[in-house]
């Protein structure tokens, strides 16, 4: 958690921050990024919970480790609007387009919990830190320093994960995510430096007390209706036509992946006593790539595809979760294209299936030609 997205993924964010200040386009680029991250907040997504940038010129970030995470599953996304705002003139932009390109691809073999492919990993792990000193290389040294990627210790410590993951397992595993604020709970207890062991054992007992009579309370006064949970892993829409005036609207949508003769992708309606899969269409035949992303426009089949006594059952079967996200516009009109990402760490390839994300390969090869 704080090696991958405290570590890396910030000081990725405070580069993408330097880069885009000495060109005067960090606060167009922070209010871009800021509509889709508020956009995919508001869903409430338990694996992708993404925060906006702070507010004013500065779009700072300020977030706690989760945030992170949700930034990396949008990162791709985020820097497809950059073409916006700058050209690919300009020194080093290429360069930043790959190694958020690599970086992504990393993240996603680390955290995907069907594949451990150790040799894969360390692939990535040199290929990204080999693309950073490439930007670097691009823009310019800072006189009598070293490259940033050597100064910070978490990007070398990236070498250690392949041993890591043969003798522990993999990344995801040691995931500390979970409660992250719990801290917060045990600060006020432990209010100075005693470290016996009897001091410890009679804090640890006070906060095992405070915590169990505050589920008592909770457990008292709730309901534990799953659907009163704040976050989830999709949306139980009312009617399909919530699903068509999102579409509408240019905005995200959360959804399930099943697989049948094929995967299919779409949304869940509730209705009396079912709940019923309603798929998304994709039209590829007038699809495209962007960031190496497959983008076509979609739309909601009024019938359902099939339908499930319970969400439990829903959960299930389920081969995946997703979210569909569009190619935000200023200009919001009917058809937008849409891409699609996963909670595994999957995306949309153009043969409609669900695929590991690689970096552009022409890409690479120009770069690493032009040095």
Known sequence: MHHIFEGIVKSIIELLMEFFKLHNKWSTFGSYS?????????????????????SGKEFKTGWIAEMYLGFSRLMIILLNQSDKIVTTTLRGYDELVVLFQVLYALISRLMQHN???????????????????????KIGFEENSYP?????????????????????????????????????????????????????CTKLQKINQDNTLEMLYQNSTKSNNTNNKRYDDFEIFEATEYVEERISNNLSLSGVAFKFASTIYGVIVKKKSTYD??????????????????????SVNPKNFINFSSKEE???????????????????????????????????????????FTPSIPSLKKMIESI
């Open 115 to 137: 594949s451990n492919h150790v040799e894969q990993i360390d692939d990535y792990i040199k290929l990204f830190l080999s693309v950073c000193h490439f930007y670097e290389k």
């Open 277 to 298: 899969f309603h798929e998304i269409t994709f039209q590829d035949d007038t699809g495209f790539h962007r960031s190496k992303l497959w983008y076509s426009q979609v």
């Open 148 to 200: 940033f990627w050597y100064r910070k210790s978490n990007f070398i410590s990236l070498l250690n994960l392949p041993a890591q993951i043969e003798k522990y397992g993999p990344v995801y595993l040691h995931w500390e995510g979970v409660r992250e604020r719990f801290i917060q709970h045990v600060k006020p207890s432990l209010t100075n430096m005693r470290t016996t062991a009897s001091y410890l």
């Open 34 to 54: 800021n509509s889709i991250l508020a956009d995919i907040n508001q869903l409430k997504i338990s694996y992708c919970r993404a925060e906006p940038l702070t």
């Open 314 to 356: 829903v959960d299930e079967k389920v081969m995946d979760y997703i979210l569909f996200v569009p190619l935000y516009s200023e200009n919001n009109q009917t058809n937008i294209e849409y891409t699609i990402i996963s909670k595994n760490w999957k995306c949309r390839l153009g043969n409609n299936t669900l695929g590991t």
